[in-house]
């Protein structure tokens, strides 16, 4: 029988060589689509282990959370053996180890970032970064049939952003995916403000016909990188009552670094 913790070892092994054979597309925003980086096994468990659907709170636009960091307050309360499987993909699975690679995979796409960012100074910039520690940020989401995840921009301490599709149901629509888009570039003095809030006002051009997909497929990871002008969102296609389940983990710098190089809006002081 295999045990939880071989299990996570063993993928841990699989995630981490699959990201470090990954490759990054440019456009319309650095990103990297992985198939295969998780075994069926681990993802039937994942799927198994999931919280009843009434522990999710609702995060509004028919999108509804469960925190799985460390310390969340949603995973302290929950009174189920269901709590260990992810426990130990924090500390086991999505540790520093994998956070770190993936960060090297992005390296190449960050390093022409901040060239345009900061110019001669981007290597100085560079050596700001601090990553937070991984466990300290994690979600499951549901996102119902019918809803939009509004298309936005991450808080300007979101290194990356990697969301895991846990549905074994391989019919649903392709469509129910994530769009990214490039849509007006923020930066500059309001530039974190406006980031901040999500930027709903330089959205008009974010329209589905400009947008890059990537669709659903089971276990697939999608991981992108945030930039000045990373807008992404998704929408949900299927009969009422329909749902899907994904893993969303952020890697974040620590606030001292996002506030060198960027400044914090308040939200984040």
Request: hydrophobic share 40%; glycine share 6%.
């Amino acid at each position: 029988m295999t045990t939880l913790s071989h299990l996570t070892g063993r993928e841990h092994a699989r995630f981490l060589d699959s990201v470090r054979q990954a490759s990054v597309i440019t456009e319309p925003f650095p990103h990297a689509i992985i198939d295969g980086a998780l075994s069926a096994d681990f993802l039937a468990q994942a799927y198994q282990n999931l919280p009843e659907k009434s522990l999710f709170n609702d995060a509004g636009h028919g999108l509804l959370a469960f925190q799985i960091w460390d310390k969340s307050e949603d995973l302290t309360q929950w009174r189920s053996p269901r709590k260990a499987f992810w426990q130990q993909c924090n500390e086991q699975l999505f540790d520093d180890a994998i956070a770190g690679a993936i960060h090297a995979l992005f390296t190449p796409a960050r390093q022409a970032l901040y060239q345009r960012l900061f110019g001669d100074s981007a290597d100085n910039k560079q050596d700001m970064i601090q990553l937070q520690p991984w466990a300290t940020c994690g979600a499951l989401n549901i996102r119902a049939a019918g809803s939009s995840l509004p298309t936005h921009m991450d808080w300007p301490n979101r290194l990356y952003s990697l969301i895991v599709y846990l549905d074994p149901d391989e019919t649903a629509s392709p469509d129910w995916g994530t769009r990214l888009f490039h849509g007006p570039q923020i930066i500059g003095s309001e530039g974190v403000e406006i980031m901040a809030k999500r930027a709903p006002d330089h959205v008009k051009s974010c329209t589905p016909e400009a947008a890059t997909l990537i669709p659903f497929k089971a276990g697939r990871i999608a991981i992108f990188m945030n930039t000045p002008w990373s807008y992404h969102g998704a929408q949900v296609q299927g009969a009422d009552g329909a749902s899907r389940f994904c893993l969303v983990k952020g890697i974040n710098m620590t606030l001292d670094s996002t506030e060198q190089l960027f400044g914090l809006p308040p939200e984040l002081k």
